[in-house]
C-alpha cells in the first residue's frame, strides 16, 4: 500500500486552528474597508484561487473576483474591475513561486502600491521576504503541513471569507462538527465505484463542485488510476446541504472522503508527479529562441479524436481563452455535441486553470481520456518585463507544454488552433 506523506496532514486540524485565528482574520478584514479597501482580486491557482471563489460565488458577494487565468483578456478583465484605489490584492502561492500568481503580481503591482497588497505562502519563500521587504499590508503563513488543494479551511480560504465579511466562526464550528465515518463511508463508495464522480450541488453552492473536482482529480490521478468527476452531469453522491454556511462541512467532508477514495485505489493522496512534467515544457517552449519555428506538436484532427473512442473513456475539452458567460455557453453545447458524437462523459475546463485541478489526473491517471485543446490568437497582449515575456507567450507556452506531456503518456490528443477565437465551427467531433 502507498504511504502518504507523513507532514501533509494537517488539514485535519484546520477548523480548530483556523477557529483561534479568525479574530485576527476578521480584524484585518474590517481594517481594509475601514481604509477604502472594499474589493478583493484573489491572484491564485488551484486550490488558492478556488475555495475563495467558491465561497464568494456560495455567499453571494460581488466584492471578490479571482484570476486564475494567464490569457491577456482575462488579465484586462480583471484590470477593469479591480479599481486599484479601493482593491485588495491578495498573492496566494504555497511555493511562493506560482508562475501565474507572480505574472499577476507583476502586472498589478505597476497599478497599486505596496499597502494594496497581501500574500498567502509558506514561510521563508520568495514572496514572503518580498512582501516583508516592500512592506505589504499583510504576509499571512501557508500551513506547511497542508497542501494547497486540502487548504480551504485554512488561511487560504478563510481570509477571503473575511474580505467579504462572511461568517467564519459560524461555518468552521460547524466543520468541527463533521460525520467522520460518513465521510469515509462516502469516499469508499466512490473508491470502489466505477471510476466516475458526477458532481452537482444545488443552489447557492453549485460552484462547490468545480473545488471538489480539482481535489478528487489531482489527489488520485496517477499510476494509472484515477476517478474522473464529471460536473454538474447529476447530484453528487453524499450532498446534505444547500446552506452556504456548511461548506466548511462539505470542504472537510470531502478532503476526509478523498483521501479514504486514495486508499482504495492504492495512490499518495498528497503528491501530484505528473503536474511538474507540463511546468517544465512550458518553460522551454517560452525559452524557444527568437525565430524559432512556433507550430505546436502533431496531434489528431478533432474527427480523428472523436474516432478513436472506445466504451470507458471521457472527453475532456480544454480551452485557452478568457472565461465569459458567452464562452460558458458555448462550451457547454460543444460539450453536448462531444458527448452525443462519442457516447462518453465530457468534461470541460479554461487554461492554464485545468493544470493546477484536472491536468494530474489527465496525465496520470487511466489512459481513458479524449483531449481536445483549443488556443486562440489573442485580441491583444500584455507584457511582464520582470519575467521577459508577454501574457500571451506564457499561455501559448503553458498550453503547448501540457500537449507535450500528454503525448509523452500516450493520451490520445487533438490540438485545434483560432486564428478567429469566434470561429468555433473547427471543434466539432465530425
Request: hydrophobic share 40%; charged share 20%; net charge neutral.
Amino acid at each position: 500500500m502507498t504511504t502518504p506523506d507523513p507532514d501533509r496532514w494537517g488539514w485535519r486540524d484546520a477548523p480548530a486552528r483556523s477557529g483561534a485565528e479568525w479574530p485576527r482574520l476578521a480584524d484585518f478584514a474590517a481594517r481594509a474597508r475601514t481604509e477604502g479597501l472594499d474589493q478583493t482580486l484573489v491572484c491564485g491557482m488551484g486550490g488558492s484561487s478556488l475555495a475563495p471563489w467558491v465561497l464568494a460565488e456560495s455567499f453571494g458577494s460581488k466584492q471578490l473576483r479571482v484570476l486564475d487565468s494567464t490569457d491577456p483578456g482575462a488579465v484586462r478583465a480583471a484590470e477593469r474591475w479591480a479599481d486599484p484605489s479601493r482593491t485588495l490584492f491578495l498573492i496566494a502561492s504555497k511555493s511562493g513561486t506560482t508562475v501565474e500568481s507572480l505574472a499577476a503580481l507583476h502586472h498589478f503591482f505597476r497599478l497599486a502600491p505596496p499597502g494594496h497588497f497581501a500574500a498567502i505562502t509558506d514561510p521563508g519563500t520568495p514572496l514572503e521576504r518580498r512582501a516583508r521587504e516592500e512592506q505589504w499590508r499583510g504576509v499571512f503563513a501557508h500551513p506547511a503541513d497542508v497542501g494547497g488543494r486540502y487548504a480551504a479551511l485554512t488561511v487560504v480560504g478563510m481570509l477571503p471569507l473575511a474580505l467579504i465579511g462572511g461568517p467564519g466562526a459560524e461555518l468552521l464550528e460547524r466543520a468541527r462538527a463533521v460525520d467522520l465515518e460518513q465521510a469515509r463511508a462516502l469516499g469508499a463508495g466512490i473508491g470502489d465505484g466505477n471510476g466516475l464522480l458526477p458532481l452537482e450541488f444545488p443552489p447557492p453552492i453549485q460552484s462547490l463542485g468545480m473545488w471538489v473536482e480539482q481535489l478528487v482529480a489531482e489527489s488520485t490521478g496517477k499510476g494509472g488510476r484515477g476517478v474522473v468527476p464529471i460536473v454538474a452531469t447529476g447530484p453528487a453522491p453524499g450532498a446534505r446541504t444547500a446552506d452556504p454556511v456548511d461548506l466548511g462541512r462539505e470542504f472537510l467532508s470531502w478532503e476526509y472522503a478523498t483521501v479514504e477514495i486514495c486508499r482504495r485505489i492504492d495512490v499518495n493522496p498528497f503528491d501530484q508527479p505528473d503536474v511538474e512534467a507540463a511546468k517544465v515544457l512550458a518553460r522551454a517552449e517560452l525559452a524557444r529562441p527568437a525565430g524559432a519555428p512556433a507550430d505546436g506538436p502533431r496531434t489528431l484532427t478533432p474527427a480523428g479524436l472523436a474516432a478513436a473512442a472506445k466504451p470507458g473513456d471521457y472527453v475532456a475539452i480544454l480551452v485557452y481563452l478568457p472565461q465569459t458567460r458567452e464562452h460558458d455557453s458555448r462550451l457547454t453545447a460543444l460539450g453536448r455535441r462531444w458527448g452525443d458524437a462519442t457516447g462518453c462523459p465530457v468534461t470541460t475546463a479554461y487554461g492554464p486553470r485545468y493544470l493546477h485541478s484536472t491536468g494530474q489526473l489527465h496525465k496520470g491517471g487511466p489512459n481513458t481520456g479524449l483531449f481536445l485543446v483549443v488556443t486562440a490568437d489573442p485580441d491583444g497582449d500584455i507584457t511582464i518585463p520582470e519575467l521577459n515575456t508577454t501574457f500571451a507567450k506564457l499561455e501559448r507556452a503553458q498550453a503547448i507544454g501540457d500537449i507535450k506531456a500528454l503525448l509523452a503518456k500516450g493520451r490520445r490528443v487533438a490540438h485545434v488552433h483560432l486564428r478567429d477565437p469566434e470561429d468555433w465551427s473547427q471543434l466539432a467531433p465530425r
